[in-house]
Each structure stands twice: as structure tokens, then as C-alpha cells.
């Protein structure tokens, strides 16, 4: 019981007797310091964007400013915009994830026409820089589509903003021992041992201000962990700083789709 917490109440009982009621408290205390913490830190993600756009509201409503500064300052309001809606669309995924209620709602995953999908998208957002390959011989899964299509996303997505130009990006879609994986290896800044265990915690990012220049929220990992714990996945993290990274989501054998017993047909 080293480190843990217990909490006892004495409650009256027949003949004033009294019983002695003991509870660990020290997972509900954690579970509340996240819930303080995350108040925190999402007000103060807001509030950042929210101070830039007034600053900017005050001097764009000068009357006599030039165009060319107004139409400056109108931009930068709009990024900033995005970034709070980026945000807000983050939170609510998440929230959206951690409803107990929420039932995942799984069907045959196409694994070959979405990660060819994920795999344009990302040529499109690299726009050239990097160079990335896919490849995919892995059998498809049972899942909900787009909550792995969003999870996926992000992982190609993370593997560009933190890979410098002319990286190599390699996506595989394989079966293993221990079921299908899913793995992004990206050849970029990659992460030190310290901060390998807390990478998927909200908000936690490694250069907050490299982060937001790529638009980031810090709540990308934290959406990828929950999709994966809905479908009975992990997510494994291999980096070396200055060499790279490999993000690998595993799936268990019981995934695997099958249709009477056996692999379906590819859809061609
Ligand atoms: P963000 O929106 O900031 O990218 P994430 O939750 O997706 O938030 O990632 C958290 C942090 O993990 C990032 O800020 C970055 O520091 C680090 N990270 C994620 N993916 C990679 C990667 N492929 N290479 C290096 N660092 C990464």
C-alpha cells in the first residue's frame, strides 16, 4: 500500500457500534488532478488565440488604416480562428472518445482503400517535401472507419510536421504474430527517452511553439490512444532523437474480418 492513499470513515451502526469503512482514494484524487489539469490547460490554449484576435479587432477597427495592414491583421485573426477551432474540434473527439456510453460501432474496414486515401491526403500536405511510401499486406479488420481513418491521420500527419524536408515517411499495414499493425516510420527530429512516456498525455508536447506553428493541439496522441483502446489496440513508440521515429498501432488477432471462417476477397 506504499504510495497509496486510503480513506476511512467511521459510520454508526445498531448499538452504537461503529464500523470502519475504508476506500483508496488515490485513484480518484488522480482522476481529479487530470480533470483540474485539463480545465487548465484547455483555457489556457484558448486563451491565447482569444488575446491575439481582440488585439487585432482594436487596430483593425481604426478607421483610417491602410488596406494592405488591415487586410494583414485580418489574416492573422483568421489563423488564429482556425487554431481555436482546431481545438475545440479536438476537445470534443475526445470527450466524444471517453464517453463510456458510446458504443463502438464496427463493420469491415477496407484497410487498402483508406490508408490509399490517408497515403494521397498526405502527399497533398507534405507537397512534396518528404518522400512517402506505403505499403500494405496486412488482412482488413473489423473497426469503425472513421474513428481509425482520424487516428491514422494524425499519425501521418505528426510524422510530416516533425519531419524536416527530403525525409522519408514509410506507412506498412502488416500482419504479425500477435495480430495486424499499423506503422508510420518517419526519419525526422525524433524524441528523447524523456519524453517518449509522456507523449500521449493532453496537451503534452515536446516544443510547444514547433507544435503550434504546424497547427497542432497537443490532443492528436491523446485521440489516437482512446480510438485504439475502443478497438482493443495499443499504440507502441519507438524514437531516436535527431534520427526518427516509429509510431506502431497493434491490433489483436481477433480483429481480423473474416467472412464464413475465412479471408474475404479483396475488393479490388
Ligand atoms: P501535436 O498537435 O502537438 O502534434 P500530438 O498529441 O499529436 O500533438 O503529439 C504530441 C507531441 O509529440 C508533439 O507536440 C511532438 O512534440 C511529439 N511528436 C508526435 N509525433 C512525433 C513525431 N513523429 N516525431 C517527433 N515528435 C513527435
Known sequence: LRGRKLVAHIIPFENRRQILVTHDATESERIDKMRR????????????????INGFLEIAAQPNLDPATRQAHIKLMSEQGQRMQNLVEDMLTLSRLESADLPLHAERV???????????????????R????LTVTGPDIKGNVEELRSAFTNLVTNAIRYTPASGKIDLVW???EEGPQFSVRDSGIGISPEHLARLTERFYRVDKSRSRETQGTGLGLAIVKHTLLRHNATLAIESIAEEGSVFIAKFQKNSIYYENGRLPEHKG
Open 130 to 133: 518528404h518522400v512517402i511510401s
Open 37 to 52: 489539469d485539463f480545465i487548465a490547460n484547455a483555457s489556457h490554449e484558448l486563451r491565447t488565440p482569444l488575446t491575439v
Open 110 to 128: 477496407d484497410i487498402k482503400a483508406l490508408l490509399e486515401q490517408i497515403h494521397r491526403e498526405a502527399n497533398v500536405l507534405s507537397g512534396g
Open 174 to 176: 502488416a500482419e504479425t
